[in-house]
Protein backbone atom coordinates (compact mmCIF):
# COMPACT_ATOMS: atom_id res chain seq x y z
CA UNK A 1 0.00 0.00 0.00
CA UNK A 2 2.70 2.11 0.65
CA UNK A 3 4.53 1.35 -2.47
CA UNK A 4 1.47 2.33 -4.51
CA UNK A 5 1.08 5.73 -2.20
CA UNK A 6 4.54 6.88 -3.05
CA UNK A 7 4.12 5.43 -6.78
CA UNK A 8 1.22 7.97 -6.80
CA UNK A 9 3.16 10.68 -5.58
CA UNK A 10 5.40 10.79 -7.91
CA UNK A 11 3.36 10.26 -10.92
CA UNK A 12 1.57 13.09 -9.56
CA UNK A 13 5.18 15.47 -9.14
CA UNK A 14 5.98 14.41 -12.61
CA UNK A 15 2.58 15.45 -14.24
CA UNK A 16 2.93 18.96 -12.50
CA UNK A 17 5.98 19.48 -13.88
CA UNK A 18 5.56 18.00 -17.52
CA UNK A 19 2.01 21.04 -17.15
CA UNK A 20 3.62 23.05 -15.55
CA UNK A 21 6.39 23.21 -19.14
CA UNK A 22 3.78 23.13 -21.11
CA UNK A 23 2.24 26.27 -19.63
CA UNK A 24 5.74 27.74 -19.86
CA UNK A 25 6.33 27.21 -23.78
CA UNK A 26 2.95 28.38 -24.16
CA UNK A 27 2.79 31.18 -22.35
CA UNK A 28 6.48 31.83 -24.03
CA UNK A 29 5.43 31.93 -27.72
CA UNK A 30 2.22 34.04 -26.56
CA UNK A 31 4.51 36.68 -25.11
CA UNK A 32 6.65 36.51 -28.79
CA UNK A 33 3.40 36.87 -31.00
CA UNK A 34 1.98 39.93 -28.66
CA UNK A 35 5.33 42.03 -28.92
CA UNK A 36 6.33 40.72 -32.53
CA UNK A 37 2.53 41.82 -34.52
CA UNK A 38 0.62 44.76 -33.76
CA UNK A 39 -2.56 42.60 -35.16
CA UNK A 40 -1.99 40.23 -32.27
CA UNK A 41 -1.61 42.97 -29.80
CA UNK A 42 -4.71 44.59 -31.06
CA UNK A 43 -6.82 41.46 -30.14
CA UNK A 44 -6.65 41.44 -26.61
CA UNK A 45 -7.61 44.54 -26.27
CA UNK A 46 -11.51 43.75 -26.94
CA UNK A 47 -11.34 41.05 -24.62
CA UNK A 48 -8.96 42.48 -21.87
CA UNK A 49 -10.53 40.32 -18.67
CA UNK A 50 -10.56 37.50 -20.75
CA UNK A 51 -7.08 37.61 -21.35
CA UNK A 52 -5.83 38.69 -18.20
CA UNK A 53 -7.40 35.65 -16.69
CA UNK A 54 -5.85 33.19 -19.56
CA UNK A 55 -2.39 35.03 -18.67
CA UNK A 56 -2.67 34.47 -15.25
CA UNK A 57 -3.46 30.79 -15.29
CA UNK A 58 -0.53 30.22 -17.75
CA UNK A 59 2.07 32.34 -15.30
CA UNK A 60 0.44 30.10 -12.13
CA UNK A 61 0.61 26.82 -14.06
CA UNK A 62 4.47 28.02 -14.77
CA UNK A 63 5.46 28.71 -11.52
CA UNK A 64 6.56 25.07 -10.23
CA UNK A 65 8.82 24.94 -13.38
CA UNK A 66 10.47 28.50 -12.80
CA UNK A 67 10.38 27.50 -8.85
CA UNK A 68 12.67 24.41 -10.21
CA UNK A 69 15.13 26.07 -12.32
CA UNK A 70 15.83 29.20 -9.97
CA UNK A 71 16.76 27.03 -7.14
CA UNK A 72 18.83 24.62 -9.18
CA UNK A 73 20.96 27.55 -10.42
CA UNK A 74 21.15 28.48 -6.89
CA UNK A 75 22.17 25.67 -5.62
CA UNK A 76 24.73 24.34 -8.07
CA UNK A 77 27.89 23.36 -6.46
CA UNK A 78 31.16 25.71 -7.50
CA UNK A 79 33.56 23.65 -5.83
CA UNK A 80 33.24 20.08 -7.17
CA UNK A 81 32.73 19.76 -10.92
CA UNK A 82 30.41 16.10 -11.37
CA UNK A 83 27.34 14.80 -11.86
CA UNK A 84 26.27 14.12 -8.36
CA UNK A 85 29.44 14.15 -6.43
CA UNK A 86 29.34 12.78 -2.59
CA UNK A 87 31.07 15.96 -0.98
CA UNK A 88 31.67 16.10 2.48
CA UNK A 89 33.45 18.43 4.89
CA UNK A 90 35.41 17.30 7.68
CA UNK A 91 34.16 18.27 11.15
CA UNK A 92 37.30 17.13 13.37
CA UNK A 93 41.38 16.87 12.15
CA UNK A 94 41.94 13.16 10.04
CA UNK A 95 44.65 11.49 8.75
CA UNK A 96 43.64 10.22 5.39
CA UNK A 97 45.57 9.36 2.19
CA UNK A 98 48.78 9.05 4.02
CA UNK A 99 48.18 13.03 4.36
CA UNK A 100 46.83 15.09 7.95
CA UNK A 101 44.34 16.89 7.02
CA UNK A 102 42.39 19.71 9.63
CA UNK A 103 38.84 19.91 10.32
CA UNK A 104 37.34 22.33 7.24
CA UNK A 105 39.09 20.07 4.91
CA UNK A 106 36.38 19.88 1.30
CA UNK A 107 36.87 16.46 -0.22
CA UNK A 108 34.98 14.91 -3.18
CA UNK A 109 34.96 11.33 -2.79
CA UNK A 110 34.10 8.54 -5.29
CA UNK A 111 32.21 6.25 -3.09
CA UNK A 112 29.82 7.64 -0.32
CA UNK A 113 30.79 7.11 3.24
CA UNK A 114 34.33 5.97 2.24
CA UNK A 115 36.98 9.56 2.80
CA UNK A 116 39.70 7.41 1.63
CA UNK A 117 37.97 7.16 -1.73
CA UNK A 118 38.82 10.57 -2.12
CA UNK A 119 39.33 12.32 -5.73
CA UNK A 120 39.67 16.06 -4.52
CA UNK A 121 40.64 18.00 -1.71
CA UNK A 122 40.87 21.04 -0.92
CA UNK A 123 42.11 23.26 1.65
CA UNK A 124 41.59 26.58 3.66
CA UNK A 125 45.26 27.10 3.79
CA UNK A 126 48.03 25.25 3.11
CA UNK A 127 48.81 21.34 4.22
CA UNK A 128 51.66 19.35 4.25
CA UNK A 129 51.15 16.54 1.81
CA UNK A 130 53.80 14.89 -0.23
CA UNK A 131 56.30 17.07 1.27
CA UNK A 132 54.75 20.37 -0.34
CA UNK A 133 52.66 22.61 1.08
CA UNK A 134 49.55 21.94 -0.86
CA UNK A 135 46.15 24.09 -1.02
CA UNK A 136 44.52 21.33 -3.21
CA UNK A 137 45.05 18.06 -4.40
CA UNK A 138 43.36 15.99 -7.43
CA UNK A 139 43.47 11.88 -7.16
CA UNK A 140 43.99 9.78 -9.99
CA UNK A 141 42.05 6.71 -8.84
CA UNK A 142 41.93 3.02 -9.76
CA UNK A 143 38.93 0.78 -8.89
CA UNK A 144 40.29 -3.07 -7.83
CA UNK A 145 38.86 -5.87 -6.30
CA UNK A 146 39.85 -6.34 -3.13
CA UNK A 147 38.35 -9.47 -0.51
CA UNK A 148 35.72 -9.31 -2.38
CA UNK A 149 35.08 -5.40 -2.15
CA UNK A 150 35.56 -3.02 -4.58
CA UNK A 151 38.17 -0.12 -3.32
CA UNK A 152 39.28 2.85 -5.08
CA UNK A 153 43.34 2.85 -5.15
CA UNK A 154 45.08 6.05 -5.92
CA UNK A 155 47.63 5.80 -8.23
CA UNK A 156 48.72 9.74 -8.99
CA UNK A 157 48.24 13.04 -7.65
CA UNK A 158 47.99 16.36 -9.18
CA UNK A 159 49.00 19.28 -6.22
CA UNK A 160 48.29 22.80 -6.52
CA UNK A 161 50.77 24.28 -4.05
CA UNK A 162 51.46 27.63 -2.05
CA UNK A 163 54.19 29.66 -3.74
CA UNK A 164 57.28 27.96 -6.05
CA UNK A 165 58.58 24.71 -4.75
CA UNK A 166 61.78 22.93 -5.38
CA UNK A 167 61.25 18.98 -5.59
CA UNK A 168 64.12 16.55 -6.96
CA UNK A 169 66.19 19.25 -7.69
CA UNK A 170 63.64 21.10 -9.50
CA UNK A 171 62.02 24.39 -9.33
CA UNK A 172 58.34 24.48 -9.79
CA UNK A 173 56.37 27.53 -10.39
CA UNK A 174 53.07 27.94 -8.91
CA UNK A 175 51.84 30.68 -10.64
CA UNK A 176 50.03 30.58 -14.42
CA UNK A 177 52.21 29.64 -17.56
CA UNK A 178 50.62 31.16 -20.85
CA UNK A 179 49.76 28.14 -23.71
CA UNK A 180 50.61 25.68 -20.70
CA UNK A 181 48.86 23.55 -18.53
CA UNK A 182 47.78 24.42 -15.12
CA UNK A 183 50.26 25.02 -12.87
CA UNK A 184 50.72 21.38 -10.76
CA UNK A 185 53.33 19.04 -9.30
CA UNK A 186 52.33 15.51 -10.47
CA UNK A 187 53.19 12.80 -7.93
CA UNK A 188 53.13 8.85 -8.36
CA UNK A 189 51.51 7.30 -5.49
CA UNK A 190 51.22 4.29 -3.34
CA UNK A 191 47.82 2.27 -2.34
CA UNK A 192 48.30 3.82 0.78
CA UNK A 193 48.47 7.45 -0.73
CA UNK A 194 51.75 8.08 0.32
CA UNK A 195 54.07 9.83 -2.70
CA UNK A 196 55.92 7.03 -4.69
CA UNK A 197 57.80 9.28 -6.57
CA UNK A 198 57.84 12.89 -8.41
CA UNK A 199 56.61 13.02 -11.81
CA UNK A 200 57.00 16.33 -13.01
CA UNK A 201 55.74 19.87 -13.19
CA UNK A 202 56.31 23.58 -14.66
CA UNK A 203 59.70 24.85 -14.24
CA UNK A 204 60.11 28.10 -12.43
CA UNK A 205 63.05 30.72 -12.45
CA UNK A 206 66.48 29.27 -11.48
CA UNK A 207 66.30 26.07 -13.21
CA UNK A 208 69.76 25.56 -15.27
CA UNK A 209 70.72 22.69 -17.93
CA UNK A 210 74.07 22.27 -18.67
CA UNK A 211 74.27 25.60 -17.52
CA UNK A 212 71.94 27.24 -19.72
CA UNK A 213 68.86 28.74 -18.26
CA UNK A 214 65.52 26.62 -18.44
CA UNK A 215 62.60 28.79 -19.62
CA UNK A 216 59.85 29.73 -16.80
CA UNK A 217 57.06 27.43 -17.77
CA UNK A 218 59.06 24.04 -19.50
CA UNK A 219 57.41 21.38 -19.20
CA UNK A 220 59.50 18.65 -17.00
CA UNK A 221 58.43 14.95 -16.73
CA UNK A 222 59.95 11.81 -15.40
CA UNK A 223 61.07 9.49 -17.78
CA UNK A 224 62.37 6.10 -17.99
CA UNK A 225 63.73 3.96 -20.34
CA UNK A 226 64.92 0.49 -19.85
CA UNK A 227 67.41 0.40 -22.92
CA UNK A 228 68.72 4.07 -21.87
CA UNK A 229 69.13 3.71 -17.93
CA UNK A 230 70.94 7.36 -18.09
CA UNK A 231 67.64 9.26 -18.49
CA UNK A 232 65.96 10.71 -15.90
CA UNK A 233 63.97 13.30 -16.78
CA UNK A 234 62.06 14.79 -20.27
CA UNK A 235 62.35 18.46 -20.73
CA UNK A 236 60.32 20.38 -23.26
CA UNK A 237 60.86 24.29 -22.87
CA UNK A 238 58.26 24.91 -25.25
CA UNK A 239 57.54 25.50 -28.81
CA UNK A 240 58.15 29.38 -29.35
CA UNK A 241 61.27 28.91 -27.11
CA UNK A 242 64.71 29.51 -27.74
CA UNK A 243 67.29 27.00 -26.04
CA UNK A 244 70.92 25.92 -25.90
CA UNK A 245 71.81 22.36 -26.62
CA UNK A 246 75.50 21.06 -26.75
CA UNK A 247 76.17 24.63 -27.88
CA UNK A 248 73.40 24.46 -30.38
CA UNK A 249 70.86 27.09 -30.63
CA UNK A 250 67.05 25.19 -31.36
CA UNK A 251 63.33 25.43 -30.60
CA UNK A 252 60.88 23.34 -30.39
CA UNK A 253 62.56 20.76 -28.61
CA UNK A 254 62.25 17.85 -26.35
CA UNK A 255 65.15 16.56 -24.59
CA UNK A 256 66.65 14.29 -22.11
CA UNK A 257 68.63 14.85 -19.06
CA UNK A 258 70.12 12.74 -16.47
CA UNK A 259 69.83 12.95 -12.90
CA UNK A 260 72.36 15.91 -12.74
CA UNK A 261 70.65 17.99 -14.92
CA UNK A 262 72.76 17.21 -17.83
CA UNK A 263 71.41 16.84 -21.65
CA UNK A 264 71.91 12.68 -22.55
CA UNK A 265 69.55 12.90 -25.48
CA UNK A 266 67.48 15.02 -27.77
CA UNK A 267 63.61 13.29 -28.89
CA UNK A 268 63.00 16.22 -31.06
CA UNK A 269 64.26 19.68 -32.05
CA UNK A 270 64.76 22.38 -35.12
CA UNK A 271 67.56 24.78 -35.76
CA UNK A 272 67.25 28.28 -34.56
CA UNK A 273 69.96 29.43 -37.54
CA UNK A 274 71.77 28.63 -39.95
CA UNK A 275 74.49 26.18 -38.60
CA UNK A 276 77.94 25.21 -39.36
CA UNK A 277 78.92 22.17 -37.81
CA UNK A 278 82.29 20.32 -38.75
CA UNK A 279 82.07 19.60 -42.83
CA UNK A 280 78.79 20.02 -43.05
CA UNK A 281 76.43 23.43 -43.07
CA UNK A 282 72.35 23.05 -42.22
CA UNK A 283 69.76 25.22 -42.78
CA UNK A 284 67.41 26.72 -40.22
CA UNK A 285 64.71 24.86 -39.36
CA UNK A 286 66.24 21.58 -39.64
CA UNK A 287 64.81 18.67 -37.63
CA UNK A 288 67.49 17.29 -35.46
CA UNK A 289 67.07 14.38 -32.87
CA UNK A 290 69.40 11.51 -30.87
CA UNK A 291 70.63 8.12 -33.89
CA UNK A 292 69.24 5.41 -32.57
CA UNK A 293 69.17 1.69 -33.70
CA UNK A 294 73.32 0.38 -34.70
CA UNK A 295 73.84 4.37 -35.33
CA UNK A 296 73.24 4.50 -31.39
CA UNK A 297 75.37 1.55 -30.40
CA UNK A 298 78.27 2.58 -32.33
CA UNK A 299 78.41 6.21 -31.78
CA UNK A 300 76.03 6.83 -28.86
CA UNK A 301 76.02 10.84 -28.98
CA UNK A 302 75.34 10.94 -32.58
CA UNK A 303 72.37 12.96 -34.06
CA UNK A 304 70.50 12.87 -36.84
CA UNK A 305 69.80 16.13 -38.62
CA UNK A 306 66.92 15.47 -41.21
CA UNK A 307 67.69 17.39 -44.31
CA UNK A 308 64.59 17.85 -46.74
CA UNK A 309 64.41 19.87 -50.74
CA UNK A 310 63.28 23.40 -48.38
CA UNK A 311 66.04 22.68 -45.83
CA UNK A 312 69.23 21.34 -47.55
CA UNK A 313 72.53 20.95 -46.46
CA UNK A 314 76.13 21.50 -47.58
CA UNK A 315 79.49 19.83 -47.44
CA UNK A 316 82.92 20.75 -47.84
CA UNK A 317 84.56 18.57 -50.34
CA UNK A 318 81.66 16.26 -50.26
CA UNK A 319 77.47 16.27 -51.73
CA UNK A 320 74.37 15.65 -49.27
CA UNK A 321 71.16 15.06 -51.14
CA UNK A 322 68.33 16.47 -50.65
CA UNK A 323 66.41 14.65 -48.06
CA UNK A 324 69.06 12.19 -46.57
CA UNK A 325 69.92 12.15 -43.27
CA UNK A 326 73.46 12.91 -41.73
CA UNK A 327 75.13 11.85 -39.24
CA UNK A 328 76.82 13.75 -36.99
CA UNK A 329 78.00 14.32 -33.43
CA UNK A 330 77.73 17.45 -31.58
CA UNK A 331 81.34 18.23 -31.58
CA UNK A 332 81.28 17.94 -35.25
CA UNK A 333 82.56 14.38 -36.22
CA UNK A 334 80.38 13.66 -39.47
CA UNK A 335 79.52 10.21 -38.73
CA UNK A 336 78.16 9.46 -42.09
CA UNK A 337 74.94 10.08 -43.76
CA UNK A 338 71.52 7.55 -44.71
CA UNK A 339 68.79 7.84 -47.01
CA UNK A 340 65.49 9.33 -45.07
CA UNK A 341 63.14 6.70 -43.47
CA UNK A 342 59.79 5.76 -45.00
CA UNK A 343 58.18 5.38 -41.35
CA UNK A 344 56.47 8.09 -39.76
CA UNK A 345 58.11 9.88 -36.98
CA UNK A 346 55.22 11.31 -35.08
CA UNK A 347 56.95 14.35 -33.12
CA UNK A 348 58.85 15.58 -36.22
CA UNK A 349 55.53 15.11 -38.59
CA UNK A 350 53.10 17.34 -36.13
CA UNK A 351 56.18 19.97 -35.28
CA UNK A 352 58.42 20.48 -38.66
CA UNK A 353 55.85 22.75 -40.44
CA UNK A 354 54.86 24.55 -37.20
CA UNK A 355 56.01 28.76 -37.32
CA UNK A 356 58.33 29.41 -34.50
CA UNK A 357 57.24 32.16 -31.69
CA UNK A 358 60.41 34.11 -32.21
CA UNK A 359 61.79 36.25 -35.03
CA UNK A 360 63.42 33.43 -37.60
CA UNK A 361 66.93 34.48 -38.37
CA UNK A 362 67.25 34.70 -42.23
CA UNK A 363 68.91 31.81 -44.56
CA UNK A 364 72.43 33.14 -44.52
CA UNK A 365 72.70 34.33 -40.74
CA UNK A 366 74.72 31.90 -38.78
CA UNK A 367 74.27 30.69 -35.20
CA UNK A 368 76.25 32.24 -32.50
CA UNK A 369 79.00 30.43 -31.24
CA UNK A 370 78.07 29.25 -27.71
CA UNK A 371 80.82 26.87 -26.48
CA UNK A 372 79.01 23.68 -24.89
CA UNK A 373 79.76 23.19 -21.23
CA UNK A 374 82.40 20.84 -20.34
CA UNK A 375 82.22 17.04 -19.99
Given at each position: ?????S?????????I?????????V?G?????L?????T?Q??R??R??T????????F?S????????N????Q???????E??????????????I?MP???R?Q??Q?DH?E???AA??A???????V?A???S???????RD??E??E?T????????D?????????A????????P?????????GS??AF??C?AAD??L?????L?????IG?A????????????S????????????P??N????????????G?Q???L???LTLG?????P?????????D?????????Y?????S??A??VG??I??????V??PD?VLR??M?????????????S???P????????????FV?????
Amino acid sequence: MMSFASNDVVALRDLIVLVSGVGLVVLGVWMWRLMSRPVTRQQPRDRRLQTLIVLGMLAFASAPIIFLAVNFARFQPTSFVGEEPNRMVLSAPARIGAIDMPSGTRLQLEQEDHPESFSAAVFASPVQAYGVPALRISRQLRVVQRDGDEVHEPTGAYVTVSGDQTVDGWTCTAGAVEGRRRPTLHFQLARDGSARAFEGCLAADGNLVDGHALPVGSDIGAAKYPDKPAIRWRISPGEDKLFTVRGIPVYNATFWVDGHHHVVGVQYAQLACRLTLGPVTYAPGTEIESADGDWRKRFPDAWYFKTSPSRLATQVGGEIAPGAWVVQSPDGVLRGTMAARGEARTLARDKSTRTPGFAAPAQDEACPFVAPPPA
